[in-house]
């Protein structure tokens, strides 16, 4: 570990989506109203001065010049905001964001250059979090772990809005766990985020949960309401049912693997099998 409180860098890379194109399980799609979504965050983001530097990642090749106009004259975010833009959103629409998630982690961590030990907290780019000063404080008064975000009791279920990790353990143990990500099969980006956490637990690292809870703000891209819940009872109804219909997918997840017919490659190279 070796690094002391004061000294642990933080950085924060929020991943975006402008052009969702045909990928599955996503309501809210217009690319004028997610961009506004990014723009209204990383705003806030920039002001937030606990961070070492910002990454924002946008993975559909979208038109952002007017962010860089931005944030060549604010002076929150000249120094320390890094964009960085690519076309990785081609893959099968059917494997779901999650999966194009990783992949531009993926993107901005090998174009980065960052230490392995430098702490790298992911956010969904369109919300904000109200309390991220308190997860920092977090973070930097527990150097002995490496991983932070929240689970389910059982730990097969990790959230990826928001979590934080050495750079190592991305490359590690998530990355190799790319492949599995399946949305429509029911494998989300949540399992894969489980198991690469209990991976790395049972080789020694250490994973901590949130101690406070998380505040967001912003607007589900899954649902098309705000994350703090729907308005009007119609619309907690439509969600509630489509969360079933989710929660469905994970326990059918969980059962192949307890009766073996979700197996995980034996080389992280191989294709992922998922039946």
Not at 48 to 77: G, M, Q, T, Y
Not at 101 to 119: F, M, R, V, Y
Not at 237 to 247: G, H, K, N
């Amino acid at each position: 570990m070796g690094m002391t409180q004061a000294a642990r860098l933080i950085v924060l890379l929020l991943t975006a989506t402008v052009d969702t194109g045909q990928v599955v399980f996503i309501k809210r799609r217009d690319p004028k109203r997610r961009f506004k979504d990014y723009e209204k965050a990383l705003k806030k983001w920039c002001r937030v001065p606990v961070f070492h530097s910002i990454i924002f990642c946008e993975n559909s090749a979208f038109d952002i010049s007017s962010l860089r106009k931005w944030a060549a004259s604010a002076p929150e975010a000249r120094t320390r905001l890094r964009f960085v833009s690519f076309r990785g959103n081609d893959f099968p629409p059917h494997l779901g964001k999650g999966y194009g998630d990783i992949d531009t982690l993926k993107h901005a961590i090998s174009l980065a250059g960052l230490d392995g030990e430098t702490i790298l907290m992911k956010v969904t780019g369109r919300y904000y979090v109200r309390n991220v000063n308190a997860l920092c404080d977090q973070i930097r008064a527990h150097p002995e772990c490496e991983v932070f975000g929240n689970m389910d009791s059982a730990r097969r279920w990790a959230d990826f809005i928001i979590f934080a990790a050495k750079v190592s353990f991305y490359e590690k143990y998530l990355f190799p766990l790319h492949s599995h990500i399946n949305d429509s099969a029911g494998v989300y980006s949540e399992h894969v985020l489980a198991d690469a956490i209990q991976a790395g637990m049972a080789a020694g690292i250490r994973w901590m949960p949130w101690t406070c809870p998380l505040r967001l703000s912003g607007v589900s891209g899954t649902f098309n309401e705000p994350y703090s819940g729907p308005r009007y009872p119609i619309a907690r109804a439509r969600i509630a049912l489509a969360r079933v219909r989710m929660w469905a997918l994970a326990r059918t997840y969980r059962l192949r693997r307890l009766l073996g017919l979700y197996r995980r490659p034996k080389n992280p190279a191989d294709p992922a099998r998922v039946r």
